[in-house]
């Protein structure tokens, strides 16, 4: 059980373009889920938290306007990475939680999706 | 101020035998959760092991235990009999009720690179 999908799990695109990532509680329902991005070699960044039915909660230096986060459902979360450059190529990986955000609530990670921005 | 601190950037261990990471945490927060993950070269974040503040038995999952020091602040995860494919990054990470601008999320370490040689 706990099963978290992402897809794609990988994308090539123009600088310019955007680029949506979904993530997907596969067998339970995910009140929260949490965006993170990863460079290479290095740990996870929490980009934002997403509630269902509610504006998502950003980190401190993480653009609103340019990652859109959407919870339209228990089981589905999207970031769409607008206008992408460059420097938005990373790994973006997505986790959610069974019953909430209580301290001993296991996060459960989906398989990420790397993105290369040409 | 939470934090997580895992010094060894990289450890090796012989196949079939035991190794400790290590990991501490600081955080002013009586209630907490500590959490194990391991992110193979795939990138999946996969949970291993979790402590909660107030649990008095150290937490053990098949092979992995994790050696819960609460007054030293300390949280080593142990792997036992280690396999070839156990080499993966290994990241601790700590969750606290209340932590920056979204409640409850995970706190990472930089993380340790485990390779196990045959």
């Known amino acids: 059980g706990a099963v978290v999908s992402q897809h794609p799990s990988w994308v090539i695109c123009k600088s310019g373009t955007s680029v949506k990532i979904e993530c997907r509680s596969l067998?339970?329902?995910?009140?929260?889920m949490f965006w993170y991005r990863q460079f290479p070699k290095q740990s996870l960044m929490l980009m934002a938290t997403?509630?269902?039915?509610?504006?998502?909660?950003?980190e401190q230096g993480v653009e609103k306007d340019k990652f859109l986060i959407n919870h339209a459902s228990l089981t589905l979360s999207t970031l769409t990475v607008t206008s992408a450059h460059p420097e938005d190529s990373s790994f973006y990986i997505c986790?959610?939680?069974?019953?909430?955000?209580?301290?001993?609530?296991?996060?459960?990670f989906g398989p990420g999706t790397r993105l290369l921005v040409l | 101020a939470q934090k997580i601190t895992q010094t060894q950037p990289g450890m090796f261990v012989q196949e079939k035998e035991a190794v400790t990471l290590d990991c501490t945490y600081d955080?002013?927060?009586?209630?907490?959760?500590l959490f194990w993950y391991k992110q193979p070269s795939s990138g999946e974040m996969i949970f291993l092991i979790y402590q909660g503040s107030y649990d008095e038995q150290n937490a053990t999952e098949g092979r992995y235990s994790l050696n819960f020091q609460k007054a030293r602040k300390s949280a080593n995860l142990v792997i036992s009999a280690s396999q070839l494919g156990d080499s993966a990054m290994y990241f601790c990470a700590m969750r606290c009720k209340n932590y920056g601008g979204s409640q409850g999320n995970l706190i990472f370490g930089k993380g340790t690179k485990l390779s196990v040689k045959p």
């Open positions: 067998d339970f329902q995910a009140t929260t």
């Open positions: 997403s509630n269902e039915g509610s504006k998502a909660t950003y």
């Open positions: 986790s959610a939680t069974l019953q909430g955000q209580g301290v001993q609530e296991t996060q459960y």
């Open positions: 955080t002013s927060d009586q209630s907490y959760g």
